[in-house]
């Protein structure tokens, strides 16, 4: 060991009350001392010298060099904490749609050399970029995400499908990255992230091979974040708590707006059958008037009333086309404004879940299997008292401790990050406002429209109906006058 790294221990070690800053410091350097310990002998070997530096044991160890704050430190604002509480999000839903609008737009399919593919044109907003991605793409950078913030909320791909992709599924399938695309692009931590611009902007035709080399040159937040090791600090004493009434209330919202979604693509779709029924029932109409089978000869005393008829028949067909032109641009409006965005704040909220599972199953679980294999290891040094055998399973016990400060570090980390992850829901949360706008909108401007379709068409009903001395009049509406009995 070196003596200025053993000096600062000592120094610390000896001083009877310590500052916040010197335990922390002093809790930073034990881990670190213990590892470099443990891997010492072999790191010395990679790097042949007879006096092995800490620095160059760790590197030679494959270990990333941990960021320790020197106790003489000129600058002592530096191991302060930051004005105010880190964990606190102030950004609205304003501002994190205003963070950048992507657009997904499928372009020509391409033949390969056993199937086709198709491309994507992906064009940022923010970066005023415009690029061609393909789904393969698309996996790398999210594996890349996952990779570098495993502990955020990294929306799920939709799925691949190789055989058999038809034209709906292709759409559906761009919808969907075209949501998580634009989730991505807005959440704070991976908008200012550089694999996200190395996505958007980069033209070149090797972009996988960009994205792991920018994720996997650096470690995860965890390793990178100056706040990681003291997440716990920041934390509420009931986050645990929190967390359980957090989870449960974003699972009720996420089975409601389930719901919601699933009645929204019920009626955007009845407005689009509907469109074609009246498209057929107009054409039903212009076929019976252009029908040229001539009248029996029982039947001509009614040869000019079945003429008129005919030609207004056949006149019906335009104002019933322009009512299934309004009922479809009324379901497809639905579904963009509506259904889309259900969609894109479900799966925002399905992330969140997979998020909470990712916590459990991952952090603490493995915290906790950590702590169960130290307590074994502990456990065999008491019963076995050969002395080679004993330093070996001290050594280990030492290493193992060591994993599971870092995995403690981690666990609190992840819950601090799960912290700012469920305010980001809940700062998504009026969006809600927003559907239910577009929504009612969509019902009162496709209502009017085709209410004025109607209202120009009942004149021209005038002469399909007999009246008196061999005049035509449309039949009275029930609030022209009262029914006999």
Same mark, same amino acid.
């Given at each position: 060991?070196?003596?200025?790294?053993?000096?600062?221990?000592?120094?610390?070690?000896?001083?009877?009350?310590?500052?916040?800053?010197?335990?922390?410091?002093?809790?930073?350097?034990?881990?670190?001392?213990?590892?470099?310990?443990?891997?010492?002998?072999?790191?010395?070997?990679?790097?042949?010298?007879?006096?092995?530096?800490? %620095?160059?044991?760790?590197?030679?160890?494959?270990?990333?060099?941990?960021?320790?704050?020197?106790?003489?430190?000129?600058?002592?604002?530096?191991?302060?904490?930051?004005?105010?509480?880190?964990?606190?999000?102030?950004?609205?839903?304003?501002?994190?749609?205003?963070?950048?609008?992507?657009?997904?737009?499928?372009?020509?399919?391409?033949?390969?050399?056993?199937?086709?593919?198709?491309?994507?044109?992906?064009?940022?907003?923010?970066?005023?970029?415009?690029?061609?991605?393909? =789904?393969?793409?698309?996996?790398?950078?999210?594996?890349?995400?996952?990779?570098?913030?495993? =502990?955020?909320?990294?929306?799920?791909?939709?799925?691949?499908?190789?055989?058999?992709?038809?034209?709906?599924?292709?759409?559906?399938?761009?919808?969907?990255?075209?949501?998580?695309?634009?989730?991505?692009?807005?959440?704070?931590?991976?908008?200012?992230?550089?694999?996200?611009?190395?996505?958007?902007?980069?033209?070149?035709?090797?972009?996988?091979?960009?994205?792991?080399?920018?994720?996997?040159?650096?470690?995860?937040?965890?390793?990178?974040?100056?706040?990681?090791?003291?997440?716990?600090?920041?934390?509420?004493?009931?986050?645990?708590?929190?967390?359980? &009434?957090?989870?449960?209330?974003?699972?009720?919202?996420?089975?409601?707006?389930?719901?919601?979604?699933?009645?929204?693509?019920?009626?955007?779709?009845?407005?689009?059958?509907?469109?074609?029924?009246?498209?057929?029932?107009?054409?039903?109409?212009?076929?019976?008037?252009?029908?040229?089978?001539?009248?029996?000869?029982?039947?001509?005393?009614?040869?000019?009333?079945?003429?008129?008829?005919?030609?207004?028949?056949?006149?019906?067909?335009?104002?019933?086309?322009?009512?299934?032109?309004?009922?479809?641009?009324?379901?497809?409006?639905?579904?963009?404004?509506?259904?889309?965005?259900?969609?894109?704040?479900?799966?925002?909220?399905?992330? =969140?879940?997979?998020?909470?599972?990712?916590?459990?199953?991952?952090?603490? %679980?493995?915290?906790?299997?950590?702590?169960?294999?130290?307590?074994?290891?502990?456990?065999?040094?008491?019963?076995?008292?050969?002395?080679?055998? &004993?330093?070996?399973?001290?050594?280990?016990?030492?290493?193992?401790?060591?994993?599971?400060?870092?995995?403690?570090?981690?666990?609190?980390?992840?819950?601090?990050?799960?912290?700012?992850?469920?305010?980001?829901?809940?700062?998504?949360?009026?969006?809600?406002?927003?559907?239910?706008?577009?929504?009612?909108?969509?019902?009162?401007?496709? %209502?009017?429209?085709?209410?004025?379709?109607?209202?120009?068409?009942?004149?021209?009903?005038?002469?399909?109906?007999?009246?008196?001395?061999?005049?035509?009049?449309?039949?009275?509406?029930?609030?022209?006058?009262?029914?006999?009995?």
């Amino acid at each position: 060991m070196c003596s200025g790294w053993g000096n600062s221990v000592l120094v610390l070690f000896f001083v009877p009350e310590k500052s916040e800053v010197q335990k922390e410091m002093f809790a930073i350097l034990c881990a670190w001392v213990g590892r470099c310990w443990m891997q010492l002998p072999r790191a010395c070997g990679a790097v042949r010298s007879p006096r092995c530096r800490p %620095h160059t044991a760790w590197e030679a160890a494959g270990s990333p060099v941990p960021q320790v704050i020197d106790r003489r430190d000129p600058n002592p604002s530096r191991m302060q904490m930051p004005q105010g509480n880190p964990l606190l999000l102030s950004c609205t839903l304003q501002e994190l749609l205003a963070r950048d609008t992507v657009q997904v737009e499928l372009i020509p399919e391409k033949k390969g050399l056993f199937l086709k593919h198709v491309e994507y044109e992906v064009s940022s907003q923010r970066f005023k970029s415009s690029v061609y991605r393909r =789904y393969n793409d698309f996996v790398v950078f999210h594996e890349m995400l996952l990779h570098k913030f495993p =502990y955020r909320m990294v929306p799920a791909l939709p799925p691949k499908r190789v055989l058999g992709a038809d034209r709906e599924f292709i759409e559906g399938r761009r919808r969907a990255l075209k949501r998580f695309i634009n989730l991505v692009a807005r959440h704070p931590p991976f908008s200012e992230d550089t694999i996200l611009k190395l996505f958007l902007s980069f033209s070149g035709s090797d972009v996988q091979n960009k994205l792991k080399e920018a994720a996997q040159c650096v470690g995860d937040e965890f390793m990178n974040c100056k706040l990681a090791t003291r997440a716990k600090d920041f934390l509420p004493s009931d986050i645990q708590t929190q967390f359980a &009434v957090s989870r449960e209330l974003i699972r009720n919202i996420y089975n409601s707006f389930y719901k919601l979604r699933d009645r929204a693509e019920r009626i955007a779709s009845r407005a689009i059958d509907n469109a074609a029924d009246l498209l057929i029932f107009g054409k039903e109409l212009s076929a019976l008037g252009s029908d040229t089978t001539p009248l029996p000869s029982w039947a001509a005393l009614h040869l000019s009333t079945w003429g008129s008829l005919k030609q207004a028949l056949k006149g019906l067909s335009v104002e019933f086309a322009l009512l299934a032109d309004k009922a479809a641009q009324q379901g497809k409006q639905e579904e963009n404004d509506v259904v889309e965005k259900l969609n894109l704040f479900l799966d925002l909220l399905q992330s =969140y879940k997979d998020l909470c599972e990712r916590h459990e199953k991952g952090v603490l %679980h493995k915290h906790q299997r950590a702590l169960h294999k130290d307590g074994l290891m502990k456990r065999q040094a008491v019963l076995n008292r050969e002395p080679e055998s &004993v330093e070996q399973l001290e050594s280990r016990i030492l290493e193992q401790e060591s994993v599971i400060q870092t995995m403690e570090l981690r666990n609190y980390f992840s819950l601090y990050c799960l912290h700012q992850e469920t305010q980001l829901i809940h700062a998504y949360l009026p969006l809600t406002s927003h559907i239910l706008g577009a929504f009612v909108n969509s019902q009162i401007q496709g %209502h009017k429209e085709m209410s004025k379709v109607w209202d120009d068409l009942k004149p021209k009903l005038s002469c399909l109906f007999a009246g008196p001395h061999s005049a035509l009049t449309p039949p009275r509406s029930p609030q022209d006058g009262v029914c006999p009995h």
